[in-house]
């Protein structure tokens, strides 16, 4: 298929991706821990469970919402094992875009890229714009006086995030390991206290039976629970950054897709036993936002259900740091293979960080804030907006990135890493996955929260930047030769 368009599979793939680039890269001694919390943090665990975890029992398959984590879940293992066995034969930190270029074309990588680029910048844009409005609610219900505006905690945050993206990845991994053990403890402390007392209807194993986990919209809670599982690929990010990146990235990968499964499924059957199973999601439907802290008040009390509402704004923090984090070293990466400004690929040389990268996305990301703020959209708009924007371009990433999983392992089946197991479990995950998405783009409403002709609009939109970013790789063939060698190219 490639070799038609480009030399991406002449020779071995040492020889494809020849090293060069500035002599100055990234650097950290990130472990298994490290690298588990920077993944776990885009799922912003409290946030997920307050938020999402409500909204599949709303509107998704209600009791049966349990078994749909561990169903995607497992559908992210089976993808999982052919992503760890890539990083195995790209030693890039270069993620999804590294990966496009190897299986289906350096064209097709850039565009996929600076898709994904797109796809946390404006994520991240997101939860830096509710990680105000919550900053904003919860202080101003325990103080007198105005409202401080929810862009002044916006600006804030993005001020702390800028800092630390700036500087060596240690300082970050530290920050967020700590807010995610303060968040994942208050969420199992619940789950403790109503595996405990049990609920209305006792402890009731309904959300496991095969009629609950097929009953109401389960299209639609798959596609919400995997948008859980978004941000896994960040293990192959920080390559550079690991003390030992074949069997941390690996362990790291596995460890945090099967928490993140088992997480989500135990506090979701938490948060219906807590209610009953007859009336959670009647609860749910009537009060989605307050419906894990109506738990929490009447499990464990007034006073930890404020403590629970401060957590949720370091944990939306955690979350914008880590989408920072990722966004830098995307730019990073296209910046020092060209396919971005190279400046963008520089590494500070005391920090061993993508400054210039932090830089930038702390401007633009300021540059937004107080442009939507100016023009007077509400947080709540504003957050909806940017979570259905990032959605579907990160959706359509990963269905890419497998895509070409699965091309490079038919193209190479004769190497002896390349078994029958591994090629049966890309085309599922490549089945599963692009299943997700053409849920996704068939129900634009449900994703985002409305009706309107923007849900059509959006995709469209986001088509041609895929569309063009396949064209600008090609004119980069043309024009610039050195360049288009480059992507993608491997470390060692």
């Known amino acids: 298929m490639t070799s038609s368009i480009d030399d991406a599979n002449e020779g071995t793939v040492a020889a494809e991706y020849s090293s060069s680039g500035p002599a100055v890269g990234l650097g950290g001694r990130l472990g298994v821990l490290g690298v588990v919390s920077a993944v776990l943090a885009f799922t912003a665990p409290l946030g997920g469970v307050a938020g999402y975890v409500a909204l599949i029992i709303a509107s998704g398959n209600g009791v049966g919402t349990p078994v749909t984590f561990i169903g995607v879940g497992i559908l992210v293992l089976i993808f999982s094992a052919g992503y760890t066995r890539m990083t195995q034969l790209v030693p890039n930190a270069g993620g999804f875009y590294a990966y496009v270029s190897l299986g289906l074309g350096r064209a097709v990588g850039v565009g996929t890229g600076l898709l994904t680029t797109l796809g946390y910048l404006v994520g991240g844009f997101g939860f830096c714009v509710f990680g105000g409005s919550v900053a904003s609610t919860t202080i101003h219900a325990q103080l007198a006086g105005e409202p401080v505006p929810w862009w002044i905690y916006t600006l804030g945050f993005i001020c702390v995030v800028t800092v630390l993206a700036y500087r060596k990845i240690d300082a970050s991994v530290r920050v967020m390991t700590v807010l995610m053990a303060l968040e ?267 009706d309107s002709v923007f849900n059509y609009l959006v995709p469209a939109a986001l088509l041609v930047v895929l569309v063009a970013g396949i064209a600008y790789g090609f004119v980069l063939r043309i024009w610039r030769p050195e360049v288009y060698r480059r992507i993608g190219r491997r470390l060692d």
């Not at 199992?188 to 109503?194: E, I, N, S």
């Not at 401007?363 to 940017?386: E, K, R, Y």
């Not at 999983?405 to 049966?424: A, G, W």
């Open 184 to 450: 994942v403890a208050i969420v199992l402390v619940f789950d403790l206290a109503v595996g405990i007392r049990g609920g209305p209807t006792g402890r009731s194993l309904d959300s496991f039976t095969l009629h609950s986990a097929l009953s109401g919209a389960l299209p639609i809670a798959a596609l919400f629970a995997f948008l859980l599982f978004v941000g896994f690929e960040v293990t192959t990010l920080f390559r550079e950054e690991v003390a030992d990146p074949a069997r941390t990235i690996r362990r790291s990968t596995y460890l945090s897709v099967c928490f993140i499964a088992v997480f989500y499924a135990l506090s979701a059957w938490c948060m219906i036993t807590a209610f009953g199973v007859d009336e959670a999601v009647g609860k749910a439907q009537a009060d989605s936002a307050g419906m894990f802290f109506g738990g929490v008040q009447l499990y464990l009390g007034s006073t930890v259900m404020t403590i629970t509402s401060y957590l949720l704004i370091t944990s939306v923090f955690a979350c914008q740091l880590s989408y920072a984090n990722t966004v830098c070293r995307y730019l990073y990466s296209m910046g020092r293979d060209g396919v971005l400004p190279q400046m963008l690929g520089g590494a500070h040389p005391r920090h061993r960080s993508p400054y210039r990268a932090a830089l930038v996305l702390g401007g633009v990301s300021v540059a937004l804030t107080l442009a939507v703020a100016g023009c007077g959209f509400s947080a709540t708009d504003i957050f909806t907006w940017a979570l259905f924007i990032a959605g579907i371009p990160l959706l359509a990433s990963y269905v890419l990135v497998s895509a070409s999983i699965f091309v490079y392992f038919v193209q190479n089946r004769n190497l002896p890493t390349v078994t029958v197991s591994m090629l049966v479990s890309s085309a599922m995950a490549l089945l599963g996955l692009a299943t997700i998405l053409g849920l996704a783009l068939a129900n634009p409403s449900a994703l985002a929260g409305r």
